[in-house]
């Protein structure tokens, strides 16, 4: 969280929830949300899932979620609304472009107290629909935060194109979208009482505690509380960042680079880090990986289906061409829409 303590947007967003200035800024926020939900749910008693949990920080927080799928469920949303004298959603349709996944809007006051205070508006169209539970407590955190729409200022967008507020708004909603206190017994059961971390464990977890959660976010929130080295990795072909730099750079490019298999999403927990399993984004996968074996194979293979491989780290190599230090490893990879998702854990 280095960078994000060192942007003054979050500073001043923890000056605001007067926070102290001790230690890490990102850290003492998400710290903040935690306890404020802790404090709810002791309040409240007896939540038992994280439905439940939505429910009642929706309440307390007097938010609203819509979803639409199509444009005649956003046309509903805009004509319901602005029916009841709230116009400003009638700018919802040209705010939601591809990169845009929700819209938080502070409503009017309306001459019926029933009406909530905030709608966070979520776009599951075609591929976002994946990020639609995670996009809720998105807009739950801004709104815990206080980064949050005024009477002003009445609509925030939540876009692809991240801010420092936004990345530390993903790390809240990663930590309280997985509320320990629901999701470490179903963690738990499925993977530490049974001693393994791999996809179907993962899938068990998420049909347990939140079936419409991604596998993507339920892998992360495993991998964090796995306690053995581990590292979730998303690879599909792209550019280094210095290839990507010179082809802009040249209004006619000589020659197109060739983009490669390469790592677009790596996270690894505690344990990997500590053990040395350090991975890097644009690392590119060996030949020798099952990765891309599984990548560029033309034999059919069943949807969802994984495979399984031991290999040595030692064969993947840096920018600069050097190799990473040997360390045998489990591989566990699988085909996704547009790229192959592997699990790798020290052997």
Not at 128 to 142: D, L, V
Not at 164 to 170: G, I, N, Q, S, T
Not at 197 to 213: G, K, M, P, S, T
Request: glycine residues 6%.
């Amino acid at each position: 969280m280095r960078a994000l303590d060192r942007d003054l947007q979050v500073i001043e967003l923890a000056r605001r929830l007067a926070l102290s200035g001790g230690g890490s800024v990102a850290e003492s926020v998400l710290s903040y949300c935690r306890r404020l939900l802790e404090g709810w749910v002791s309040q409240a008693g007896n939540i038992r899932s994280v439905q439940e949990l939505e429910g009642l920080v929706c309440q307390r927080l007097n938010l609203e979620f819509q979803e639409f799928r199509h444009p005649g469920e956003l046309d509903a949303i805009v004509r319901q609304h602005v029916e009841a004298g709230d116009v400003v959603f009638a700018s919802l349709p040209a705010l939601f472009d591809e990169d845009t996944f929700a819209t938080l809007i502070r409503c009017r006051r309306r001459t019926s107290e029933a009406g909530p205070k905030y709608a966070a508006v979520i776009d599951c169209r075609d591929g976002k629909a994946s990020r639609r539970w995670f996009s809720r407590w998105h807009e739950i955190a801004h709104l815990l935060t206080l980064d949050c729409p005024t009477e002003m200022q009445p609509v925030h967008r939540s876009t692809s194109e991240h801010s420092a507020v936004e990345r530390l708004m993903d790390q809240i909603a990663a930590d309280i979208g997985f509320f320990d206190p629901l999701f470490a017994p179903v963690f738990g059961a499925e993977t530490l009482s049974r001693g393994r971390l791999d996809f179907a464990a993962i899938n068990l977890v998420r049909q347990r505690y939140a079936a419409e959660a991604s596998f993507q976010a339920t892998a992360i929130a495993c991998l964090k509380r796995w306690p053995k080295p581990a590292v979730y990795l998303e690879a599909g072909l792209a550019l280094t960042a210095a290839e990507a730099r010179q082809f802009d750079a040249e209004s006619i490019p000589a020659r197109r680079p060739t983009p490669k298999l390469r790592a677009l999403k790596v996270i690894g927990n505690e344990a990997a880090r500590t053990a040395g399993l350090r991975l890097v984004r644009n690392l590119q996968v060996p030949e020798e990986s099952i990765i891309h074996r599984l990548f560029f194979s033309r034999e059919s293979i069943p949807a969802g289906a994984a495979m399984l491989n031991a290999e040595d780290m030692g064969h993947w190599r840096r920018s600069n061409g050097n190799r990473l230090s040997p360390c045998p490893v489990t591989v566990e990879a699988r085909l996704g829409r547009r790229h192959i998702e592997a699990l790798i854990q020290v052997s």
